[in-house]
């Protein structure tokens, strides 16, 4: 099972900032958060991903709070291109280690709005 | 375009029959994960190869098997196939297990 909990659905006017929540109360030390989006039916997009400190990138800013059991994914001014399903996954950094797949949950439908 | 190519895009078949889905990963990932997506389930994983070696495996039929090749490319066979089996399937790719990974456009599956 998904390890994080994120709202079903949001909405947002297109040219704000879009800020998705995710909560992962039980993640532990050596778990990355890991943001992705599936736009429609294509293959998962990379956005950014986060140990301790935030994150920034071309696509998009992640707060981890100190306590690090929630995040926060910001698209600073969102476009009906980021009209998708995102995901918040905890991964565990486990180096040449035997297990590095995904588990998934349902994500958080965003729906940018003219 | 993460560079991650997946054939092909759409293929259609019918039950009982056999099909193959090609992957090849980034140019120097090492890892090949294989994931399903259906409308009831959502994105599962199957199983991941990692230089040529099986190293994980998830919620894979034993109807399904997968290999990598020496050239790192992989591919997924699907045997004895249902109607349940209908669904997207995602080739993604990282440099190293645990690393970042990139996902392929998918290829979408529907059995008749």
């Known amino acids: 099972d998904a390890k994080t909990t994120q709202p079903p659905s949001m909405d947002c006017a297109e040219g704000r900032a879009a800020n998705l929540p995710c909560n992962h109360s039980t993640i532990s030390g050596n778990e990355y958060v890991y943001w992705y989006r599936q736009i429609h039916s294509q293959g998962p997009q990379y956005i950014i991903h986060?140990?301790?400190n935030n994150e920034t990138n071309e696509m998009a800013s992640l707060i981890i709070t100190e306590d690090r059991k929630s995040s926060t994914l910001i698209l600073p001014h969102a476009t009906l291109r980021d009209t998708a399903v995102y995901y918040c996954?905890?991964?565990?950094?486990?180096?040449?280690?035997?297990?590095?797949?995904?588990?998934f949950g349902k994500g958080t439908k965003l729906s940018v709005k003219p | 375009d993460s560079g991650v190519t997946q054939t092909p895009k759409h293929l259609i078949t019918a039950t009982g029959q056999r099909v193959t889905l090609r992957c090849s990963p980034r140019?120097?990932?090492?890892?090949v994960y294989w994931y399903q997506q259906s409308l009831d389930q959502g994105l599962q994983f199957l199983i991941q190869y990692y230089n040529g070696e099986e190293r994980a495996k998830g919620n894979i039929l034993e109807r399904f098997s997968a290999q990598q090749f020496p050239d790192l490319h992989s591919e997924l066979n699907l045997s004895s196939l249902e109607l349940g089996d209908s669904a997207l399937y995602f080739c993604?790719?990282?440099?190293?297990?645990?690393?970042?990974?990139?996902f392929g456009p998918g290829t979408r599956l529907l059995v008749l």
């Open positions: 993604a790719s990282s440099v190293e297990t645990s690393e970042t990974q990139y």
């Open positions: 140019s120097g990932d090492l890892s």
């Open positions: 996954i905890v991964s565990p950094m486990n180096y040449g280690g035997s297990q590095g797949n995904l588990i």
């Open positions: 986060g140990l301790k």
